[in-house]
């Protein structure tokens, strides 16, 4: 059984960074894709960002393109979601999730999810 863990969410004013941390158990972390996902109130999940298992292929949706960054660091089986100039509109609970194979934005993709991180940005 895998285990994702995510932290780093919190309150920011609109314009502030957060980073969002997300540990995984396992030995084989580095073989799978990793992504984030958000979900706001009333709306439905969607894609942020994934990485592949070496870190060799990123994807991001077109929202947030410029503003975050995902990487990982398969030492210590942990990605990460630097988030730069945040807007109210990427207030969400964020969620990270081990992909099944390569990088994707399907979450039917990824087959373990953490429990999530509020994220609030504030105008």
């Known amino acids: 059984q895998v285990q994702l863990v995510e932290s780093g969410g919190g309150l920011v004013q609109a314009g502030g960074s957060l980073r969002l941390s997300c540990a995984a158990s396992?030995?084989?972390?580095?073989?799978?894709?990793m992504g984030w996902f958000r979900q706001a109130p009333g709306k439905e999940r969607e894609f942020v960002a994934s990485?592949?298992?070496?870190?060799?292929?990123?994807d991001y949706r077109d929202s947030v393109k410029g503003r975050f960054t995902i990487s990982r660091d398969n030492a210590i089986n942990t990605v990460y979601l630097q988030m730069i100039s945040l807007k109210p509109e990427d207030t969400a609970v964020y969620y990270c999730?081990?992909?099944?194979?390569?990088?994707?934005?399907?979450?039917?993709?990824?087959?373990?999810w953490g429990q999530g991180t509020q994220v609030t940005v504030s105008s």
């Open positions: 999730a081990r992909g099944r194979g390569y990088t994707s934005r399907s979450a039917g993709s990824y087959d373990y």
């Open positions: 396992g030995r084989t972390f580095s073989m799978y894709a």
């Open positions: 990485i592949s298992g070496s870190g060799g292929a990123i």
